[in-house]
Nanobody, 131 residues
Framework: QVQLVESGGGLVQAGDSLRLSCAAS????????????FGWFRQAPGKEREFVAA????????YYADSVKGRFTISRDNAKSTTYLQMNSLKPEDTAVYYC????????????????????WGQGTPVTVSS
């Protein structure tokens, strides 16, 4: 079992930056972090949860939703069992609860962009961007 805990959300103004963190833990997870693909999703009030970004197990490949491309950067530090989402030039439409997700990928350098491809989720961290 894998536990994911997000942090770093908050209230900011348009144009500001935030960095979200996702700390992963679980039985022997510290030695298997590199075998998991990670993703970030977000859910705004009254809307479906949507894909934001994903990163392959080695960190060598990343993929972004068009709405955040060029502004957000996903990264991971396998030694710290932590995944990050650096969010720059924030807009009011980025306001949402942000969720970290993980799925076991073994040795595949895969990117997953669909909610149902992930089976471990954090509790979410809220981000509010005021205009």
């Amino acid at each position: 079992q894998v536990q994911l805990v997000e942090s770093g959300g908050g209230l900011v103004q348009a144009g500001d930056s935030l960095r979200l963190s996702c700390a992963a833990s679980g039985r022997s997870f510290s030695i298997s972090m590199y075998m998991y693909t990670f993703g970030w999703f977000r859910q705004a009030p009254g809307k479906e949860r949507e894909f934001v970004a994903a990163i392959s197990r080695s960190g060598g490949t990343a993929y972004y939703a068009d709405s955040v491309k060029g502004r957000f950067t996903i990264s991971r530090d396998n030694a710290k069992s932590t995944t990050y989402l650096q969010m720059n030039s924030l807009k009011p439409e980025d306001t949402a609860v942000y969720y970290c997700a993980a799925v076991f990928s073994g040795r595949e350098e895969s990117i997953r962009t669909k909610r149902d491809e992930y089976n471990f989720w954090g509790q979410g961290t809220p981000v509010t961007v005021s205009s």
